[in-house]
């Protein structure tokens, strides 16, 4: 009787064990399938954001050449959207000056279209 019942619990432990072993592998590529969902929806954004900075990229360029901006100095370029970039965020004509070495006039040359922009803006909106 009692060997019968070491046979059955070995059975049992043996059924246990298999099952547990196919469940966690039913469980690992279950795992694996939502690592590559995850995966592919990943790289389909990365490459909707690549083809959205493309058009950005044309798009400037064609803005560029219809204002007629030399593009081929990037040193200004990057110049010019630096000093932008610290007025559109509140810093004054003096600051941007000292931040980029410039003098004041040089900086208010550079802004000269955007400050205009911007004031004409406020000016229609104190209406």
Same mark, same amino acid.
């Given at each position: ?16 064990? =298999? !099952? ?10 279950? $795992? #694996? /399938? @939502? *690592? ?25 360029? =064609? !803005? ?10 990037? $040193? #200004? /370029? @990057? *110049? ?38 911007? $004031?004409? /803006? ?6």
């Amino acid at each position: 009787m009692m060997e019968w019942a070491l046979v059955i619990l070995f059975g049992v432990a043996a059924v246990l064990l =298999i !099952l547990s072993y196919t469940l966690t592998k039913k469980a690992k590529k279950a $795992e #694996q /399938r @939502e *690592l590559e969902l995850y995966s592919v929806s990943f790289m389909e954004e990365i490459n909707k954001l690549q083809q959205q900075m493309r058009n950005l990229e044309l798009d400037n360029e =064609i !803005l560029a050449n219809q204002a007629g901006i030399d593009t081929t100095n990037k $040193e #200004q /370029r @990057e *110049l010019l959207r630096d000093a932008l970039d610290l007025y559109k965020r509140g810093y004054s004509v003096t600051s941007i000056a000292n931040e980029k070495e410039l003098s004041e006039i040089e900086v208010q040359g550079l802004l000269s279209p955007f400050m205009k922009q911007t $004031e004409g /803006r406020k000016i229609a909106n104190d209406r």
